[in-house]
């Protein structure tokens, strides 16, 4: 018997307003009034909700009408199923065989993705109305049986990553958050063509596929420079990742969802002077502005003024313009100087709502930024203020979870072409990275060379459990030393297996036979081929 293809299944309209009731209903059911401590509440995603749905609808008897079921509606945003609501466990052989057996005797060609999709949407539909009945509900949460035989149900996951093949054919695995790991992050260095996108792909679908349905699901932002991951024509690697289009923000079509500035409400003045500077120095680095020492001050005081202005709630940057030209000598307020060309830049561009719409760290996000030139200030500026606004929140989170294995990742930020936000003493980067694994952050930063790293303002390789080395477009001599410890006889041959390095293959530091003393001091793996 041939397989239903399970992949590319659209939501129908409104899919999970429907499925509302019976979550609620659920959750109250499996969640206690009050919890341990460290012991967190069930969320159920909507993998899970779909899933449950799903099962119990095909476990009913009813009659199938292909008719009524032609009638549902499929999402306007093309929203899909992802694929792991049908893979989790091996189950896809299963559902196949539950579609057929349900719709024996009907003509359905399951050839045809429109019909499949409605189909799978029906059947999880008649789940939640089955579920709804009275008592229903309950008998099937009594005659649950817990299939995890390793205890670890309602556990943080262990995001032990198997990204690709070592020479040999071993398994090569990225640990994450075991115990004994320092920090989780991690640097790409390849040029173009190197497979660099296709590893970030890997990363991410490991990440997602290993923790989207646990109750420690880890989310991730996205700075897209290329557009590949947000271009529609990829729309099949969204489904990797556990998203759709919705998740693709596009500041050229409408400004980001969330204002980038901090809100001082009961906060002190210093809290505020404080930023000031800090917020000045970044505006002026983000597009190379030579000030005078004047000019500095000015900013600096326009940008306190501006948070008086609006009794410390998130300012503006048409605020700061007003408050930076009301402070200039009056023969100079017609006048632009390199501080107003960036700020008139910026207020152009929109590119800020004036208040939250969403957390940027409860969802998975792409910010689409092929639209902009990559070294400009504006590509600098998105940058900056989300890296900066995520510092924010990250502020106001608890220290992450631990168990006995392993320590609780939320999210990870994903910075493509990095070496745009490395030449400029980033602050929010160099926080970001610093607050680590005590909020349960991680980061990647992907250049093209590995020098990129050696920033005189702060050593990424110094800070990076996983620094991974593909092909290079020019090879530094200083940074092999540095990274792997070398010299002599390792350091040539470390500098000849980078220089050897295929599409698709890195090199990565082997940290045992660096403690040793003996044996290769890298690997070579061979990633997996995803997109």
Not at 203 to 217: H, V
Request: net charge neutral; with cysteine; aromatic share 8%.
């Amino acid at each position: 018997m041939s397989l239903i293809n399970l992949q590319n299944i659209r939501q129908a309209e409104g899919l999970m307003d429907e499925l509302q009731e019976i979550r609620s209903k659920i959750e109250q059911r499996i969640n206690l009034e009050n919890y341990s401590e460290n012991q967190k509440s069930v969320f159920l995603s909507g993998n899970k909700i779909m899933r449950i749905c799903l099962l119990a609808g095909l476990s009913s008897k009813e009659h199938r009408d292909i008719i009524s079921i032609e009638q549902i509606q499929l999402s306007k945003t093309s929203n899909r199923i992802f694929e792991t609501l049908f893979t989790l466990n091996n189950l896809g052989t299963v559902y196949s065989a539950l579609f057929k057996m349900r719709y024996q005797g009907l003509e359905v060609e399951w050839e045809n993705s429109v019909l499949k999709s409605k189909i799978v949407n029906a059947e999880i539909i008649r789940g939640s109305k089955v579920l709804l009945k009275d008592n229903v509900l309950d008998d099937w949460l009594l005659n649950t049986v817990n299939t995890y035989g390793s205890g670890r149900a309602g556990t943080i996951p262990v995001l032990n990553l198997n990204i690709g093949n070592y020479e040999d054919d071993i398994p090569a695995f990225l640990n994450l958050n075991g115990r004994d790991i320092q920090n989780t992050q991690i640097l790409v260095a390849g040029t173009t063509g190197s497979g660099k996108s296709n590893l970030l792909a890997v990363l991410l679908n490991g990440i997602r596929a290993l923790s989207i349905e646990t109750p420690y699901p880890v989310n991730f932002l996205l700075f897209d420079y290329k557009g590949e991951f947000s271009d529609p024509a990829n729309n099949s690697w969204l489904n990797l990742f556990e998203i759709d289009r919705s998740a693709i923000l596009d500041p050229i079509n409408s400004p980001l969802p969330f204002t980038p500035f901090k809100d001082f409400i009961g906060k002190a003045q210093n809290e505020i002077n404080l930023y000031s500077t800090e917020l000045s120095n970044a505006l002026c680095a983000i597009d190379r502005a030579t000030i005078s020492a004047n000019m500095s001050n000015r900013l600096s005081e326009a940008i306190i003024n501006s948070y008086k202005r609006t009794q410390n709630k998130p300012v503006t940057f048409e605020i700061i313009l007003r408050e930076y030209t009301s402070a200039q000598p009056e023969k100079d307020r017609d006048k632009d100087d390199s501080i107003k060309s960036v700020l008139k830049q910026l207020i152009r561009t929109n590119l800020f709502a004036t208040e939250d719409h969403i957390n940027l760290i409860k969802d998975s996000y792409i910010i689409k930024m092929d639209g902009f030139p990559k070294d400009g200030p504006i590509a600098k500026a998105i940058v900056y203020f989300i890296v900066s606004k995520l510092n924010i929140i990250y502020e106001h989170l608890s220290k992450q979870a631990v168990d006995d294995e392993s320590v609780e990742l939320r999210h990870f930020t994903i910075i493509d072409e990095a070496h745009y936000m490395l030449g400029f003493d980033n602050k929010p980067l160099r926080d970001l990275i610093a607050t680590g694994r005590n909020k349960g952050l991680s980061i990647i930063l992907a250049t093209q060379n590995m020098d990129s790293y050696k920033s005189e303002y702060f050593d990424f390789y110094a800070n990076a459990q996983y620094p991974l080395i593909m092909k290079q477009q020019s090879i530094n001599d200083g940074v092999i030393k540095d990274l792997f410890g070398v010299s002599g006889k390792d350091f040539q041959e470390i500098k000849e297996a980078i220089a050897g390095l295929q599409k698709g293959e890195l090199i990565i530091k082997n940290p045992t036979a660096i403690a040793l003393g003996i044996g290769k001091k890298y690997k070579k793996i061979k990633v997996s081929h995803l997109i």
